[in-house]
């Protein structure tokens, strides 16, 4: 080996130690970069979280927004997708782990901690791709105190309601179609139809017609409310007090999660809520209780990002947040806070069959059929028509039969045992 050939290895050793190096000082630069975060919380909620997400030390950047899905998209398709994404929609969720774009949260948390329905692990896939970091009750009417309803059906004049949302309109209505099927049918149909198993045409199926048809006619008895409610915001006016404290027409009942206390801001003292299942149409007993989460998934591996997901997730973060904020957690060693109200929301997310939001576990084209269907079904009764309720059903069926092969990390249980 010459002496010139000598220095010039030397001289290519020493320019990849430097590269190396310089490599190096650009990981570490990369890890002190907030974790950055995209969430559906906004306003009051979103300090109440950051204010949790500042003691864990970790450097963030936290973006709350109506339209997630839309700017998740966005991002995830300009190749600048956050480091964690908070949402509720798992079917969605699914879809980005089917694209490898999420990253495993496998021995980030206790899945023992949260147990059904709420853990993954009843996936084809043995990843983890999401964990829940705040859990609310549904199928329950919310009433202002001293005014708790009678156990029967409650006619359209009773209720407040509204369809309008920034980033989703019709929601609201999709909670009606599942609590009356869920009530109805009962946990092991509704599981069903929610994950499109099986050779029965679930949307075509008279578990989901007759809720359907019985929701149409609800809205029939009062075309004037109908019209208000499609064209109302489902939180009330801006810097209101809720439907609920508006009492438009005299309305006094409210079929709304539990997150509606927020809606409710200087009045929720004063809300109370009891089960749905006797006030909706036909009337019955409780058969279980839909439930709904914000659930966190990584786009990214960087430590910071695992870190955050491992302390927002364990009972200790939980349990701090559940302490500070207007807040319920689907873990099951959080102890809620020592009021009559969050007492009764926290023993029924923890008691009897649970099943997850129907909608939320659907594939995205699905969910977004039957946000349609749903908003087709009141406009056509506020302008006095038949609603048309097989054909819609079959429409939204024919989207679903068009999904093909069912997501290998979508959930193969929806519903709790007990």
């Known amino acids: 080996m010459t002496r010139r050939f000598k220095v010039l290895v030397v001289l290519v050793v020493l320019l990849l130690i430097a590269a190396g190096g310089l490599v190096a000082v650009w990981a570490q630069h990369d890890d002190r970069e907030p974790v950055t975060i995209l969430g559906t919380w906004t306003g009051e909620q979103a300090e109440q979280f950051e204010a949790v997400l500042r003691q864990f030390g970790i450097p963030f950047r936290y973006q709350g927004t109506a339209a997630q ?31 490898n774009r999420l990253k495993p949260l496998n021995g980030l948390y206790d899945p023992q901690q949260y147990g059904a329905p709420w853990n993954a692990t009843g996936t084809a896939s043995s990843s983890v791709y999401w964990v ?16 708790k309803p009678a156990d029967s059906p409650a006619p359209l004049r009773s209720w407040c309601i509204g369809m309008g949302d920034d980033g989703a309109s019709g929601w609201p209505g999709t909670d ?30 008279t578990a989901v017609r007759s809720a359907w048809q019985a929701w149409a006619g609800l809205l029939g008895q009062d075309r004037t409310r109908a019209r208000h409610a499609l064209l109302t915001d489902h939180r009330g006016a801006p810097d209101s007090d809720g439907l609920l404290f508006d009492g438009w027409g005299g309305c006094g009942l409210e079929h709304q999660g539990s997150f ?15 089960d749905s299942a006797p006030l909706l149409p036909g009337g019955g007993r409780v058969r279980a209780h839909e439930v709904t989460g914000d659930f966190a998934a990584l786009f990214s591996d960087r430590p910071g990002a695992r870190e955050l997901v491992r302390r927002l997730a364990s009972k200790d973060g939980q349990q701090e947040w559940a302490d500070s904020a207007d807040f319920f957690s689907a873990n099951r060693q959080v102890t809620p806070q020592d009021q009559p109200v969050k007492h009764k929301i926290a023993a029924r997310l923890r008691e009897g069959p649970r099943c997850l939001d129907a909608s939320d576990v659907m594939a995205p084209a699905v969910r977004d059929a039957f946000y349609e269907a749903v908003l087709q079904t009141i406009a056509r009764v506020a302008a006095g028509q038949d609603p048309a309720v097989p054909g819609l059903l079959r429409d939204v069926q024919r989207v679903q039969d068009a999904q093909g092969t069912p997501s290998r990390a979508a959930p193969r249980t929806v519903c709790s045992p007990r």
């Open 176 to 205: 009606w179609i599942e609590d009356l099927v869920l009530q109805r049918a009962g946990p092991a149909v509704y599981e069903k139809w929610a994950l499109g198993t099986g050779d029965t045409q679930w949307w075509r199926s």
């Open 69 to 99: 899905r839309e700017v998740l998209l966005s991002k995830v398709q300009s190749g600048e997708p956050p480091d964690i994404v908070i949402m509720p929609g798992i079917g969605e969720l699914a879809e980005y782990a089917d694209q």
């Open 260 to 274: 509606a206390r927020s809606f409710y801001r200087t009045e929720a003292p004063h809300a109370d809520l009891t």
């Open 132 to 147: 829940p970091v705040k859990a609310d009750l549904k199928s329950i009417v919310w009433y202002r105190q001293g005014e």
